[in-house]
């Protein structure tokens, strides 16, 4: 077998392309992703808000159909799974492309126009939504007007990253080459075949709920899964400074994510047939091996270099991205048992262990990468990149989506445990146990609040950061401009 | 795994492994479902088509995302309490929803399932939760946190529009005085969806409970049995209960087997009980509601066929 197991090294000095043009060559296209993203996520924290807030005022914009708490639920997931979470693990993505493969970014204004058209689309479609025109499955909620715009985008970026994975240097493939290619794909076949069969030729009756439901596992658990893992099994080696515990248990990962994650889903009790509820359950049981081989990999990688490890804004978003994402997935293979199912369904129960996995792991995972890479697109000649963040903004984000997640985590996993203990007892009205949650509720309201000021903070940071580089380009220019004037 | 290709492959094949499971295999399983024959209360051919305002109501139902807070899916007794909290009379299966456009089952019951509702609510219910979801049955949803669709209505200066589009609530609810509410299209059709949600005849995938005289082709129970048998949804109303078709009763019909202590049961009960709260508390002008007519077309569809015919 191969030896994979050293740290991702660097480029070779002796490649013919240099680190710093390396790092420049994807400057446009992955800050348009990664700003885009910053931006939507600011909206989708905002959506969230409002939502949250009216379950507690329930009057609340009540005359507004536009404000409704179904749209404004629907634009919620649609801006932070479209606005956020496909562009930055895209751009996480072709990022770790290149730096893995050692080579120069493929197609830059190919993947710009395809990350500008994807982010017209994106806000097209939560326009609709908030205008009623949703298609009804959750999301997967923009309508079918602006499917296509998406699929050419999506495309557009997608081949950019075949491109630039095609042109890599030869040698052994990294875990996280794996991870990458396997949601760029993973991401165009589902979401094609969600937009044929549920918007162009919608099937019949409960396979609407069965193709819907198999798309949303798909979507979290394999598409963000790998996109999510790509870069943790790049950073953490790198920062603790340690080569990788073993690439055998990383491909066990990958694979068994790849098989087993994508077996999911169906709802226990649900209207189909009994053997889709039976292969969900066995296939998201089977998820405990990745989940066991990626924290023990990492786990036995770090290890005791842990400690010693830099402090920065990397490492910290990348391993609470990671913890999250072992608490959210035991949480989903827990949530499947056929005696916990029967309790926890349909409750908060399950809304927690998605935003766990959409803030805290997708999130934070980006997050982590986004501050290793912008600094490098932003001033390649730099020569302490991670010193172009202000520290204290980038550790004040930290901790504010920190206490966000887990505080809403918490909050929403005791009301969902409270509301399917209690809905048991037929005695209990609806009403009654509904009014029992809202403290959790109250508390969860907190989350999309302290992830709308960390999306804030963020954007500033980000603005500070943009701010620099341009007024060293104009230094440069100046510099430039002076030494030919003497040349003259 | 040095080699992009096998990458590749492998990749495409899980791809294609799941594919096959949760799309194709299903596909070909329940693609073609039809129509299936009620095994009780009555022979019947099931589901029906629902009537043409409970189809844009089913289009309101998407747009708003009421999804987003109703499940409209029940689970079996064995898989959480639904049926015990009378959410249904039995489960519901694939072939509830073969004749909807947009299946909207649901992940997550901020309010309660709505897959029976016409059978808990008629459509002058609906209207006045949608105006304000803490109105009805004050015991239990005083604490609704529910918002109100109030978008979904006009408020008009009273008299402006005919008396029977006027929704009437209590006093404590209505607008202020010498004005009325009205409710807007939308809101109708919304109210004719959940008024036509009813997953009620049993079928032989969702039998009926172990005990539940089952009642056959056989003309037990008078004259109009062999014909109501073929084409009514299996509801049941057309043979003991004639009384209770009165546009003006807000009670759901009673079912055909509630001679039997352990049939229709809690659903029964609080439908009764919430139509008497609703007759109660609200001075609702369901006799003269300008819905009267499509609810005694979803009880008795033969007489809704008449009148399309016409």
Sequence with gaps: ?488 | MNNGPMLFLGLFASMAISWVTFVLGPMAQLGNLQQARTVAPLPASYPNNPPGLAEQGAEVYRACGCTYCHTRQVRPAGSGADLAHGWGVRRSVAHDYIFERTVMLGTQRIGPDLANAGLRMDATAVLARLWDPRIVNKLDSAHSIMPSYRYLFDVRKAGSAPFADVLGVPAEFAPPAGYEIVPRPAARALAAYMAASRQEPYLFEAPPPPGTVVVTNAPANGTNAPSAGTNAPGNGTNAPSGGTNAPGASAPPTSSNAANPHSAFRVENETAKNAKNAEKESPFLSALYAFSADKSAIRNPQSAIGETNQ
């Design chain 1, 1 to 488: 077998m191969d030896s994979v197991t050293e740290a991702p090294a660097p480029t070779a000095v002796s490649a013919p392309v240099s680190r710093t043009e390396l790092e420049a060559s994807g400057a446009g296209p992955l800050l348009c992703l990664f700003g885009g993203a910053a931006l939507w996520l600011l909206l989708a924290s905002l959506f969230a808000l409002l939502d949250s807030l009216k379950l507690h005022a329930p009057g609340l914009l009540g005359s507004s159909p536009m404000w409704t708490y179904g749209r404004v639920h629907a634009a919620a997931d649609t801006a932070l799974i479209y606005g956020f979470g496909v562009p930055s693990a895209l751009g996480v993505g072709l990022w770790l492309l290149c730096r893995l493969g050692g080579t120069r970014f493929a197609g830059p204004g190919v993947a710009a126009a395809g990350a500008l058209g994807w982010n017209a689309a994106v806000a097209a479609g939560v326009w609709a939504i908030l205008r009623g025109g949703g298609t009804g499955y959750e999301v997967f909620e923009m309508p079918g007007a602006v499917a296509p715009l998406l699929l050419v985008s999506y495309v557009l970026i997608g081949i950019c990253g075949l491109m630039t994975f095609r042109q890599r240097e030869p040698g052994p493939l990294y875990p996280s080459q794996w991870f990458v290619i396997g949601a760029f794909l993973w991401f165009a076949w589902i979401f094609s075949t969600a937009a044929l069969v549920l918007l162009g030729s919608p099937p019949r009756g409960v396979l609407q709920a069965a193709v819907n439901w198999w798309y949303e596992h798909n979507l979290d658990t394999v598409f963000f899964g790998f996109a999510g893992l790509a870069p943790v099994f790049y950073f953490i080696p790198k920062l603790s400074g340690r080569p990788l515990h073993s690439s055998y248990q990383a491909a066990l990962a990958f694979w068994m994510l790849a098989l087993a994650g994508s077996w999911g889903g169906i709802f226990e009790g649900a209207p189909l047939p009994g053997w889709m509820v039976a292969v969900s359950l066995v296939g998201t049981v089977l998820t405990v091996v990745p989940i066991a081989a990626v924290a023990s990999n990492l786990y036995l990688t770090a290890g005791g270099a842990l400690a010693a490890a830099d402090g920065g804004p990397v490492f910290r978003f990348t391993c609470a991205g990671l913890i999250f994402w072992v608490v959210a997935g035991a949480q989903q293979v827990a949530g499947a048992l056929p005696s916990v199912a029967r309790l926890t369904d349909f409750t908060w129960f399950t809304t927690a262990q998605r935003d766990l996995f959409r803030n805290g792991f997708l999130a934070m995972t980006m997050f982590g990468a986004i501050y290793y890479i912008v600094p490098r697109l932003a001033d390649a000649k730099c020569a302490t990149p991670d010193r172009l963040w202000n520290r204290k903004l980038a550790r004040l984000h930290f901790g504010l989506m920190l206490a966000g997640v887990a505080l809403g985590y918490v909050a929403l996993l005791v009301a969902g445990v409270f509301q399917g203990v209690e809905l048991q007892n037929p005695a209990n009205s609806f009403t009654a146990v509904m009014k029992g949650t809202m403290m959790g509720l109250r508390l969860s309201t907190l989350e999309p609040l302290f992830l709308f000021f960390g999306a804030v903070v963020f954007l500033i940071n980000f603005a500070l950061l943009m701010k620099g580089r341009l007024a060293r380009c104009r230094r440069d220019r100046s510099v430039v401009r002076g030494l030919a004037k003497e040349g003259a």
